[in-house]
Every structure is written in C-alpha cells, then in structure tokens.
C-alpha cells in the first residue's frame, strides 16, 4: 500500500516536472529579437556562446533588462541598456518584462497621459517593472510604488510596442 502511494506520488511528480520542462522549452524556442532580463544576482556577459569563452562584464542587479538578439541552445546573444553585447546563459535570464530610467528625472503619473498628476518621480538609473504599454506610455512598478512613464524615458520597450 505505501509502495503504491509512492508510486502514485512520484507519477504525479514527473508529469509536474514534464509540464515545467515544456514551459521552459517554449520559452527557449522565442526568436529574437526579444525583451527580457536578468534573473540572477549575478550573470557573466561571454565573448561567444560557452563558458570556455572570456567573460568581459559581471550584471550584479538582477531584473536589468536586456534585449535578445540572438540565440543558441543554452546561450543568449543580448545588448544591454548601454549598447554592450555579448552572451549570456539562458538559465540565467529571465522573460519577466523590465525598464530602466533614462535621462533626467522622471514623473510617474497617475494615467497614461502628460496631463495626469504625477504620484512619484523616479530617477535615472532606476529599474522598474512594466505591464500595460501602449500609445507611447507604460505602467512602472518600482519596489510597489508604480505609475504611468512615457515610453521615451525608458529602455526595454519597443517604439509602438503593446505589453498586455
């Protein structure tokens, strides 16, 4: 009888881990270009696709966002928010869609649109999540705190680009 609910229960583990394998396997197959960023702490940007390849840059803020130019199995061709290319392992990225701040300071504002009131200001440099894009502007989330910024102070969103 306990054979069979260990059984039971390691059936019910590998069809768990074949349907997160397929999710992953999916998300591999996405033809450049696309947006994505850094998911881990750390991640070696690599002249070429494999770790006997010098690494030329360590990304230590995790949520960077990074645009996919190229791909092969494991490894990601991207350019960074400063134009820096190079290769990165897939596992260590992530498609959660991120933005970061550019030029001076910006406002935040309560809806899409110039003539909202502004809710916070976020300075350069700072990385925020996005959703909603569309019509030039995006909602970004920075630690909770979110509003609506227009598509030109950012990078990590395509020009005309919709985010559901």
Avoid at 40 to 63: E, N, S
């Amino acid at each position: 009888m306990v054979m069979r609910s260990v059984k039971g229960f390691g059936i019910v583990a590998a069809l768990v881990l074949a349907v997160a394998a397929a999710g992953v396997a999916e998300a591999q197959q996405r033809t450049p270009p696309y947006w994505a960023s850094v998911a881990a702490g750390k991640a070696r940007m690599r002249t070429g696709p494999g770790r006997q390849f010098p690494a030329v840059w360590l990304y230590v803020r995790a949520d960077l966002p990074i645009r996919v130019i190229a791909s092969v199995p494991n490894w990601r061709r991207i350019e960074d928010p400063d134009g820096a290319k190079g290769w990165v392992q897939a596992n260590l990225l992530s498609e959660r869609r991120t933005a970061i701040v550019r030029g001076g300071i910006q406002p935040l504002r309560t809806a899409p649109q110039e003539s909202a009131a502004i809710a916070w200001r976020v300075e350069p440099g700072v990385v925020g999540r996005i959703s909603r894009c569309g019509d030039g502007w995006c909602r970004l989330d920075v630690a909770g705190r979110g509003g609506f910024i227009s598509t030109d102070h950012i990078w990590g969103v395509g020009t005309g680009e919709t985010v559901p």
